[in-house]
């Protein structure tokens, strides 16, 4: 039987706030949150701790996707990326970036996020109102 768990899209509104629910979720019960960090959550998704640890399936019920989507839209990813070239991050890449997503051609941070879940097969998104 699957484990099921909800994020709440609606209660965030920026990159930050995402980490804080994304914490709230699958760090309950842990002493320690995880840091504001794509590899953060790439790692926590392969199992080894947080409430989805093990190997066993895990429906996310995702309410409020779409608010989800546009907090983690352009404007949330361009201020990302802007970061990352002042903060020792390969600025060439971020730049490269940074134009993909002007262009309309670039991944914005949700997309980002989706990527990493659907590489974890275990991993079963469902869009929730």
Do not use: C
Not at 34 to 61: C, F, K, N
Not at 112 to 120: G, L, Q
Request: proline share 2%.
């Amino acid at each position: 039987m699957a484990m099921e768990l909800v994020l709440e899209g609606a209660s965030f509104d920026d990159i930050a706030g995402f980490w804080r629910e994304v914490n709230r979720v699958f760090m309950a019960g842990e002493d320690w949150r995880l840091g504001d960090s794509l590899d953060a959550l790439e790692d926590m998704l392969h199992g080894g701790y947080g409430t989805a640890q093990g190997d066993g399936p895990v429906v996310l019920h995702w309410r409020h996707m779409e608010a989800s989507r546009r907090a983690l839209g352009i404007a949330a990813t361009r201020g990302w990326l802007e970061a990352k070239l002042s903060g020792g991050f390969d600025a060439k890449a971020a730049r490269t970036r940074i134009d993909a997503l002007e262009r309309g051609e670039g991944q914005t941070y949700f997309d980002i996020v989706m990527e990493i879940f659907a590489a974890h097969p275990r991993f079963t998104i469902l869009p929730a109102s």
